[in-house]
């Protein structure tokens, strides 16, 4: 059984003229666990609302996102926030943490959304793999944004996912911690044999994860 299974997937928008905008159509695909893709693809295309959807973030107007043997898109919304925090890392592409909390308490509710009590001295272990060992007790917006975006990464992976979804996940990093970063986030897919799903326009990205495609080339019906 594929670990992710997406079966004609559509979306639509309302755009702010009251017509309907088509993001994604009739779009289909699978992963296997412990395989990596990137998807790249112009700006506006759809490729966080494909992210979004299989997160159960977003409601499909039809067809269905299987994750395992789950279909996330038919759960309420409460399971559908349950399942996600169990099984998907989910590195969003505005970083999303929580404000008025430490780097390190961010990195917590990683494990409280799973259910999981992480020990302090993982979080610290997780921190220090991003490189912001001495940054722990740092509130978001006394980060920079490369930071910030560290300790999303660190977040995502705390729970040991087995689907990691990673929105530009290099997008505020320098080379060095880029190639650290999704280094880190490769190795540790690998080892829980998860899947990870990017989306980056890094070319640096690109060489680490082997396995790119364009947005367009995704197995969906052409919108005329
Ligand atoms: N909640 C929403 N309501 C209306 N339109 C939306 C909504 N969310 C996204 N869209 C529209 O859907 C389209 C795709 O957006 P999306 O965020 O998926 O693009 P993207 O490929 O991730 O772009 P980028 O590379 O800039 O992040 C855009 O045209 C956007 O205006
Ligand atoms: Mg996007």
Same mark, same amino acid.
């Given at each position: 059984?594929?670990?992710?299974? =997406? %079966? &004609?997937? @559509?979306? !639509?928008?309302? +755009?702010?003229?009251?017509?309907?905008?088509?993001?994604?159509?009739?779009?289909?695909?699978?992963?296997?666990?412990?395989?990596?893709?990137?998807?790249?693809?112009?700006?506006?295309?759809?490729?966080?609302?494909?992210l979004?959807?299989?997160a159960?973030?977003?409601?499909?107007?039809?067809?269905?996102?299987?994750?395992?043997?789950?279909? =996330? %898109? &038919?759960? @309420?919304? !409460?399971?559908? +926030?349950?399942?996600r925090g169990k099984h998907i890392g989910y590195i969003f592409?505005?970083?999303?943490?929580?404000?008025?909390?430490?780097?390190?308490?961010?990195v917590?509710?990683g494990g409280?959304f799973s259910?999981?009590?992480?020990?302090?001295?993982?979080?610290?272990?997780a921190?220090?793999?991003?490189?912001?060992?001495?940054?722990?007790?740092?509130?978001?917006?006394?980060? !920079?944004?490369?930071?910030?975006?560290?300790?999303a990464i660190a977040r995502a992976l705390i729970h040991k996912p087995k689907l990691i979804l990673a929105?530009?996940p290099?997008?505020?990093?320098?080379?060095?911690?880029?190639?650290?970063?999704?280094?880190?986030l490769?190795?540790l897919a690998?080892?829980q044999?998860a899947a990870v799903l990017?989306?980056?326009?890094?070319?640096?990205?690109?060489?680490?994860?082997?396995?790119?495609?364009?947005?367009?080339?995704?197995?969906?019906?052409?919108?005329?």
């Amino acid at each position: 059984m594929p670990l992710l299974n =997406i %079966q &004609s997937v @559509s979306k !639509s928008f309302t +755009d702010p003229a009251g017509a309907a905008l088509q993001v994604v159509n009739q779009l289909s695909m699978e992963m296997q666990e412990g395989e990596s893709l990137v998807i790249s693809g112009p700006s506006g295309c759809g490729k966080s609302t494909l992210l979004n959807l299989i997160a159960g973030i977003v409601q499909a107007d039809s067809g269905s996102v299987h994750i395992g043997d789950t279909d =996330i %898109q &038919s759960l @309420s919304e !409460s399971a559908r +926030d349950s399942f996600r925090g169990k099984h998907i890392g989910y590195i969003f592409q505005n970083h999303n943490l929580l404000q008025g909390m430490s780097a390190a308490d961010n990195v917590r509710i990683g494990g409280f959304f799973s259910g999981q009590a992480i020990e302090d001295a993982a979080i610290e272990q997780a921190l220090e793999q991003v490189g912001l060992k001495d940054f722990k007790d740092y509130l978001p917006t006394q980060l !920079s944004l490369g930071q910030q975006q560290r300790v999303a990464i660190a977040r995502a992976l705390i729970h040991k996912p087995k689907l990691i979804l990673a929105d530009e996940p290099s997008s505020s990093l320098d080379a060095e911690h880029a190639q650290a970063c999704i280094g880190l986030l490769l190795e540790l897919a690998a080892e829980q044999k998860a899947a990870v799903l990017m989306v980056s326009h890094d070319e640096r990205v690109f060489d680490q994860v082997g396995q790119v495609k364009a947005y367009g080339e995704l197995n969906q019906e052409v919108v005329s």
